[in-house]
């Protein structure tokens, strides 16, 4: 049986901390669901309820997208070590991005990272913890450095052209709201 709950005590941000992977879904009114795989040290629990991510350049921005129609958000994690454990965050979503009034206060909680688009920031409306008995066991070797090199090799200036190329609009024709500034 699942366990609900309002907030992340200090065993459930512990558990957050020490995951590799999570995962995040939103979805539009109409048109595709999205489920995320994220990594990297790109995740913050900022109190018992309010935690934030850093949005990498991606293919997509639906993300972005879906956040700006409706704002609901679930992000999950899920324990691959001997101890079985999947936590679900239910809540509201926001994109914060660098030329945001806010942006300063939640970057400084993120190592810099290149090809940084925005922050997602979620206010967590419930939890919800299940067994995970049917998640394999499986080892961490190590980040993957593919992304970050990436975006070093593109620097600055192109990035911002593959945003402008490729994030402002999602795969159902939905405006991102993200116009690049030069």
């Known amino acids: 049986m699942a366990d609900f709950f309002n907030t992340l005590d200090d065993s459930w941000i512990e558990f957050i901390s020490t995951q590799k992977v999570f995962f995040t879904a939103t979805a539009p009114a109409k048109g ?39 704002g609901r958000m679930t992000i999950m994690f899920c324990s691959f070590t001997q101890k079985p454990c999947i936590l679900r965050l239910y809540g509201q979503g926001s994109v914060v991005r660098p030329d945001d009034s806010d942006w300063e206060k939640y970057s400084e909680q993120f190592p810099d990272s290149p090809g940084c688009r925005s922050i997602i920031v979620m206010n967590i409306e419930s939890a919800q913890k299940s067994c995970g008995y049917a998640v394999p066991l499986m080892d961490f070797r190590e980040e993957r450095k593919t992304l970050s090199k990436w975006a070093e090799n593109k620097g600055p200036e192109r990035i911002r052209e593959y945003w402008e190329e490729n994030n402002t609009v999602s795969i159902d024709g939905a405006s991102s709201g993200f116009m690049v500034s030069h």
Do not use: W
């Open 32 to 70: 595709r669901i999205n489920l995320s795989p994220k990594g990297m040290d790109t995740f913050q629990c900022l109190d018992e309820t309010t935690v934030a991510y850093m949005d990498l350049t991606g293919s997509g921005i639906e993300t972005v997208s879906h956040l700006n129609e409706n």
